[in-house]
């Protein structure tokens, strides 16, 4: 299989399994392959903060040594996985994409890089994203943007962004993200490729650095719900270590889509093709519908009422427990810290300013030396994002503003989860666009917080709910651009959605379509 | 909702951040709007509405009281940024910081 | 103090921290051993490091409702954590995880002892609630380092913080309620509240009602005292800080609500409390619910599994002691300090000896102090209860007199050994009954004179027989030759 060899990852990861299984190919030749390929066009794109190059393929190569001795291998033995760079690797870096954490080194490996090990998977990097997690166009990296493979002058989403840029760009068959509002699904709808956002539960988040601890979920990304399922099928399980992590077996995902679901009920709520959306936007999902429906899928309108306020009741339940969470970047334990003669010098400076000045007020207020070491380090190592993020929640948590705030905001939560509990009393899965526009221009949003908030309009329901979420590409915009959808299910339905999701790949080809970047200049499969 | 300069300064020291002038005044416009924004979640009736922290809501998960092999405390302190033979160190902590 | 004393009313609530007996930290399984070398007891947990999440330690869960089940409070059937939030280089989180507005246990009180001993009186508490332990911050001054050093060995050990309501009304029953507390605890194997270890830790808040004369009262501003290292410590500091406060107010004239709370620390070397200095808005501990943990529900089958290993209480224990072996308020309170195995120990010597005053004179003088010479346990006491009971039986039978008794004590504790056998060793050889009335019917007999005196009424000539005896047998038991030989005596008009 030349071609195979040339440009493997036209193909998916369940065909390149068969192709490893039978011998048509090595695991060494997908590694080297993958590696070629992020060689080509990662300094185009920069969807990799790291590659393991030469340990990747000597795993490769012991996989291949061990499927040629006969060895019982694991589900995704030899194939090239990349793995989003907040999910902790032992004794290799993961950085966050920020300046606090880039020379941490984690004695620990995360729950899910356990599992993808234990599957014999190749983890062949880590993928570039927002700071934290924290953005929806990976530009508020501390380390560099990454490029929509599909036009390079665009964001490819985020926070996943190097996660489903290095899919779209055919480096890897299989990539792993984190989705805390919207961060593997629509990454996946920018970059035309497919994402699935689990049950809050379903998979641990041990090992995952946290965002907001109630929302976070890892999910898989790749070219087609077919890989997910496979992917996910790792990913997926209980771990004693998460104790919000759901104890109940993993069904065999990839196997059931095989299963032709029962006549399906999809809803769709009319008042989201509204206002503000793009017309690509709306003529996808038309015809996504007459799809279904000529699949025998049962259409009908539903409602999710509180579904407007879900941008404001996610940023602040988002920023509360971020502010939190990012407490621990300190500079005491582990991570940057700040110039400490630097910082005493200045203090001492400050303190002699005010006694000149006899300000015995602002005197008495200066800081200490361990909280001025606390301010600088974390004003040093956190990008603008992140400190927005961390101001907002805590002028949420604050006295005072706690219960107009916060806990406001976790009361709508409960109305937006039960809109979801009404809707599938009648419907199984709700259909709908994952962002209001394609791809937008780098740059574009980046000094409007609230205008990069609200392109997550449609996808932070899900989050807040704790349902899993399930994009995958359905169109082009009149500039060419990917415009993914998404199939929304109540807890647990995974299995179902990807049924439904493979049912629409099996008769569309958007998943097959390829960036123009690689289509014109790449070596052709 | 407005914020002023003087709130801001007082949330970033409980935020254990600093801001430059400049930051303060862009961060005092920023967060203004969003809070701005947010301001439409007032208009939802929510007496009597049980609030929702966890996504999945299930209780009682625990682990055996057994003791598990710590860090060797070379492996502990390797990332500390400033540290001793036995432990991590900060400018001197003198009562309440 | 006595609050009769004063010209002013004290009053004192307390915040007690205790570490539970636990193996394992609270949300880690790292060791709680203390003692150990810095940093040699952390985990990615302990240390909060990125990306890990706390599993809750369910026998922390029990020891917290044990205690409040034994602190008679009300165990909430849901409760929640909280994250409280706050910089210190000691909590790596930036956050400690707590409990806040749905803790385990509310309400409840602790019965302790009143001055005359006799009465007890109920100390409200307000709320027991489950949180985790900081790290440590050292700063050795005297050899002026510029740097504090952490060790996070302690921090994630699981403590139970313990709030009472304001109703200590002086120094020293605050320290009779912290002294009771620490029994009950130990009872309850829930702390062994050591606070030299640190694992058991006291805050004080205190304030003074004046009263004005015209039957109503002022009070003054509440004081935060911290830093109080020793069960005499918060006595002293409360002491000083009650009359520190008498005197700022006939100064000052400040009441409670004209200034912000204070915060005094306790200085064990001045012996005063100073103004400890805190910023405003570092008490803004933007509590919220902890997103990483599931909430805790109790049911009533599990709380009567709980409460069945509660076992007697010290309370209950001393009521007992007093009703069945009819001792005093005070020797039963001396037994019950010593713990659940020195009670168990004294019950059987009571019951074997058939007297509780004896037995509770005995295992306090005698038994107690030789454990405390030795440095023994009463586990590793050589001298069971049935052998220390079978020696009083003959002290009671009179086959001994008390300067004997003590001598075969002391074999007993020395060779291991039963009475009988340490009697041997000793060669006291003891008289019988039948041999012992022998010997005083001839004396009578062979001394008419001093029998007559007796008879007359002067007593003390009976010493001369009593003398005759010992001469004509060393192994006699004199107080038991007069008994005898009054009888007789008696026995003949």
Request: proline share 5%.
């Given at each position: 299989?030349?071609?195979?060899?040339?440009?493997?990852?036209?193909?998916?990861?369940?065909?390149?399994?068969?192709?490893?299984?039978?011998?048509?190919?090595?695991?060494?030749?997908?590694?080297?392959?993958?590696?070629?390929?992020?060689?080509?066009?990662?300094?185009?794109?920069?969807?990799?903060?790291?590659?393991?190059?030469?340990?990747?393929?000597?795993?490769?190569?012991?996989?291949?040594?061990?499927?040629?001795?006969?060895?019982?291998?694991?589900?995704?033995?030899?194939?090239?996985?990349?793995?989003?760079?907040?999910?902790?690797?032992?004794?290799?870096?993961?950085?966050?994409?920020?300046?606090?954490?880039?020379?941490?080194?984690?004695?620990?490996?995360?729950t899910v890089v356990a599992r993808l090990k234990a599957a014999d998977a190749i983890i062949i990097g880590k993928t570039n994203l927002d700071e934290f997690a924290m953005g929806g166009s990976t530009e508020t990296s501390a380390f560099q943007k990454t490029r929509n493979p599909w036009d390079l002058e665009r964001i490819p989403g985020g926070s996943s962004g190097g996660a489903a840029a290095c899919v779209a760009a055919r480096m890897v068959p299989l990539s792993v993200g984190s989705d805390t509002g919207g961060s593997i699904r629509q990454p996946a709808a920018l970059c035309g490729v497919t994402g699935l956002k689990p049950t809050y539960g379903r998979v641990s988040r041990f090992g995952l650095v946290a965002f907001a601890s109630s929302l976070d979920q890892i999910g898989p990304l790749a070219q087609t719900v077919e890989d997910c399922a496979l992917l996910l099928e790792v990913l997926a399980g209980h771990d004693s270590r998460d104790a919000t992590s759901i104890n109940r077996p993993v069904p065999p995902y990839r196997e059931l889509l095989l299963q032709q679901p029962e006549k399906v009920r999809i809803g769709y709520v009319p008042e989201m093709l509204s206002d503000g959306i793009s017309p690509d936007v709306v003529r996808t999902m038309e015809e996504a519908i007459d799809v279904f429906r000529s699949l025998g899928a049962a259409i009908q309108e539903v409602s999710l009422p509180h579904a407007r306020y879900a941008v404001a009741t996610y940023y602040i339940i988002a920023c509360s427990e971020a502010s939190s969470n990012l407490a621990r970047y300190d500079g005491v334990h582990y991570g940057y810290r700040t110039d400490?003669?630097?910082?005493?010098?200045?203090?001492?400076?400050?303190?002699?300013?005010?006694?000149?000045?006899?300000?015995?007020?602002?005197?008495?207020?200066?800081?200490?030396?361990?909280?001025?070491?606390?301010?600088?380090?974390?004003?040093?190592?956190?990008?603008?994002?992140?400190?927005?993020?961390?101001?907002?929640?805590?002028?949420?948590?604050?006295?005072?503003?706690?219960?107009?705030?916060?806990?406001?905001?976790?009361?709508?939560?409960?109305?937006?989860?039960?809109?979801?509990?009404?809707?599938?009393?009648?419907?199984?899965?709700?259909?709908?666009?994952?962002?209001?526009?394609?791809?937008?221009?780098?740059?574009?949003?980046?000094?409007?917080p609230l205008a990069m908030y609200l392109f997550d309009l449609f996808t932070v329901s899900a989050n807040l709910a704790g349902i899993p979420a399930l994009a995958f590409p359905a169109g082009l915009s009149a500039e060419g651009l990917p415009i993914g959808l998404q199939l929304q299910g109540p807890p647990l339905s995974e299995e179902r959605l990807l049924q439904v999701g493979h049912m629409f790949q099996r008769v569309t080809d958007w998943h097959r379509r390829r960036p123009p970047l690689i289509e014109n200049n790449g070596p052709l499969s | 909702m407005t914020l002023t300069r003087q709130e801001i300064e007082k949330v970033a020291l409980l935020a254990r951040l600093i801001l430059?002038?400049?930051?303060?005044?862009?961060?005092?416009?920023?967060?203004?709007?969003?809070?701005?924004?947010?301001?439409?979640?007032?208009?939802?009736?929510?007496?009597?509405?049980?609030?929702?922290?966890?996504?999945?809501?299930?209780?009682?998960?625990?682990?055996?009281?057994?003791?598990?092999?710590?860090?060797?405390?070379?492996?502990?302190?390797?990332?500390?940024?400033?540290?001793?033979?036995?432990?991590?160190?900060?400018?001197?902590?003198?009562?309440?910081? | 103090?006595?609050?009769?004393?004063?010209?002013?009313?004290?009053?004192?609530?307390?915040?007690?921290?205790?570490?539970?007996?636990?193996?394992?930290?609270?949300?880690?399984?790292?060791?709680?051993?203390?003692?150990?070398?810095?940093?040699?007891?952390?985990?990615?947990?302990?240390?909060?490091?990125?990306?890990?999440?706390?599993?809750?330690?369910?026998?922390?869960?029990?020891?917290?409702?044990?205690?409040?089940?034994?602190?008679?409070?009300?165990?909430?059937?849901?409760?929640?954590?909280?994250?409280?939030?706050?910089?210190?280089?000691?909590?790596?989180?930036?956050?400690?995880?707590?409990?806040?507005?749905?803790?385990?246990?509310?309400?409840?009180?602790?019965?302790?002892?009143?001055?005359?001993?006799?009465?007890?009186?109920?100390?409200?508490?307000?709320?027991?609630?489950?949180?985790?332990?900081?790290?440590?911050s050292m700063h050795d001054e005297k050899a002026g380092r510029a740097d504090s050093r952490i060790d996070l060995n302690r921090a994630g050990?699981?403590?139970?913080?313990?709030?009472?309501?304001?109703?200590?009304?002086?120094?020293?029953?605050?320290?009779?309620?912290?002294?009771?507390?620490?029994?009950?605890?130990?009872?309850?194997?829930?702390?062994?509240?050591?606070?030299?270890?640190?694992?058991?830790?006291?805050?004080?808040?205190?304030?003074?009602?004046?009263?004005?004369?015209?039957?109503?009262?002022?009070?003054?501003?509440?004081?935060?005292?911290?830093?109080?290292?020793?069960?005499?410590?918060?006595?002293?500091?409360?002491?000083?800080?009650?009359?520190?406060?008498?005197?700022?107010?006939?100064?000052?004239?400040?009441?409670?609500g004209d200034v912000p709370k204070q915060t005094r620390g306790w200085d064990e070397d001045a012996q005063i409390t100073r103004p400890q200095r805190s910023k405003e808005e570092s008490s803004d501990y933007r509590y919220f619910p902890e997103p990483d943990l599931v909430p805790v529900t109790i049911t009533e089958e599990e709380l009567e599994r709980i409460r069945a290993t509660l076992g007697e209480l010290p309370a209950e224990i001393r009521r007992r002691l007093q009703a069945t072996y009819r001792i005093t308020a005070?020797?039963?309170?001396?037994?019950?300090?010593?713990?659940?195995?020195?009670?168990?120990?004294?019950?059987?010597?009571?019951?074997?000896?058939?007297?509780?005053?004896?037995?509770?004179?005995?295992?306090?003088?005698?038994?107690?102090?030789?454990?405390?010479?030795?440095?023994?346990?009463?586990?590793?006491?050589?001298?069971?209860?049935?052998?220390?009971?079978?020696?009083?039986?003959?002290?009671?039978?009179?086959?001994?007199?008390?300067?004997?008794a003590r001598m075969v004590f002391a074999e007993m504790v020395e060779r291991r050994c039963s009475a009988a056998d340490a009697i041997q060793r000793l060669g006291i050889v003891q008289v019988d009954e039948g041999e012992l009335r022998r010997l005083c019917e001839e004396l009578i007999a062979t001394n008419p004179r001093v029998v007559a005196e007796v008879k007359a009424g002067k007593d003390k000539a009976i010493g001369s027989l009593v003398g005759q005896a010992k001469k004509r047998n060393p192994n006699v038991n004199p107080a038991r030759v007069k008994e005898i030989c009054l009888e007789l005596i008696q026995g003949q008009s």
């Open positions: 299989m030349t071609s195979l060899n040339r440009f493997p990852f036209a193909s998916s990861a369940a065909e390149l399994l068969v192709a490893l299984r039978k011998g048509d190919i090595t695991s060494e030749d997908l590694v080297t392959a993958a590696l070629a390929q992020i060689q080509t066009y990662d300094r185009h794109v920069g969807a990799f903060l790291s590659i393991r190059g030469e340990k990747a393929l000597d795993e490769a190569r012991e996989i291949d040594r061990r499927r040629t001795q006969g060895d019982k291998l694991g589900p995704l033995a030899g194939l090239p996985v990349a793995v989003k760079d907040n999910l902790c690797t032992q004794g290799e870096p993961t950085t966050c994409a920020s300046r606090m954490l880039a020379n941490f080194i984690p004695p620990y490996d995360a400490e003669k630097a910082m005493l010098a200045e203090l001492a400076e400050e303190r002699r300013r005010l006694q000149q000045e006899g300000n015995l007020a602002a005197l008495e207020d200066l800081d200490t030396a361990l909280v001025r070491l606390y301010r600088k380090t974390r004003a040093e190592g956190f990008g603008a994002e992140v400190k927005r993020r961390i101001m907002l929640g805590t002028y949420a948590l604050s006295a005072g503003y706690y219960d107009a705030y916060y806990l406001k905001a976790l009361k709508v939560r409960r109305l937006i989860r039960q809109d979801y509990d009404r809707a599938f009393e009648t419907v199984d899965m709700i259909l709908g666009p994952v962002t209001p526009g394609p791809a937008f221009r780098i740059g574009e949003k980046i000094n409007d | 430059t002038p400049e930051e303060v005044e862009e961060m005092t416009g920023q967060l203004g709007r969003v809070l701005e924004y947010m301001a439409l979640l007032n208009e939802v009736k929510t007496e009597g509405v049980e609030p929702l922290a966890h996504a999945v809501e299930f209780a009682n998960v625990f682990r055996d009281d057994q003791v598990e092999k710590s860090l060797d405390r070379e492996v502990a302190l390797a990332n500390a940024p400033h540290r001793d033979e036995e432990c991590y160190l900060v400018p001197a902590v003198l009562g309440d910081v | 103090m006595n609050t009769s004393d004063t010209p002013y009313r004290i009053v004192i609530g307390l915040e007690v921290h205790v570490q539970l007996l636990t193996e394992s930290k609270l949300f880690c399984g790292c060791s709680t051993k203390f003692g150990a070398p810095p940093n040699t007891q952390t985990c990615p947990v302990c240390i909060g490091m990125p990306g890990v999440l706390p599993v809750m330690n369910r026998k922390a869960l029990e020891l917290a409702v044990k205690t409040g089940l034994a602190l008679n409070c009300e165990i909430a059937r849901f409760s929640k954590w909280d994250r409280k939030n706050y910089y210190y280089p000691d909590l790596p989180k930036g956050y400690q995880i707590s409990q806040y507005d749905l803790p385990i246990c509310r309400g409840g009180y602790l019965e302790i002892p009143t001055e005359n001993g006799e009465e007890t009186r109920r100390i409200g508490i307000i709320r027991v609630h489950l949180e985790e332990d900081a790290g440590k050990t699981p403590l139970l913080e313990i709030v009472t309501k304001p109703d200590l009304r002086s120094p020293t029953e605050a320290k009779t309620f912290l002294t009771e507390l620490k029994l009950l605890l130990n009872y309850l194997e829930v702390s062994d509240c050591n606070m030299q270890e640190g694992s058991l830790r006291v805050d004080a808040n205190i304030n003074l009602h004046i009263p004005t004369g015209d039957g109503k009262y002022v009070a003054t501003p509440i004081v935060e005292v911290k830093n109080m290292n020793s069960f005499r410590a918060v006595e002293r500091a409360l002491t000083y800080e009650a009359q520190r406060q008498y005197e700022a107010f006939l100064e000052t004239g400040h009441k409670l005070y020797d039963s309170d001396v037994i019950v300090n010593q713990g659940r195995a020195f009670v168990d120990y004294y019950c059987s010597l009571a019951e074997g000896c058939g007297d509780g005053k004896m037995a509770a004179n005995w295992a306090q003088q005698d038994v107690l102090r030789t454990l405390n010479e030795r440095q023994w346990t009463i586990a590793q006491f050589p001298v069971s209860a049935d052998n220390l009971a079978e020696l009083l039986r003959k002290v009671r039978a009179g086959e001994l007199d008390t300067a004997k």
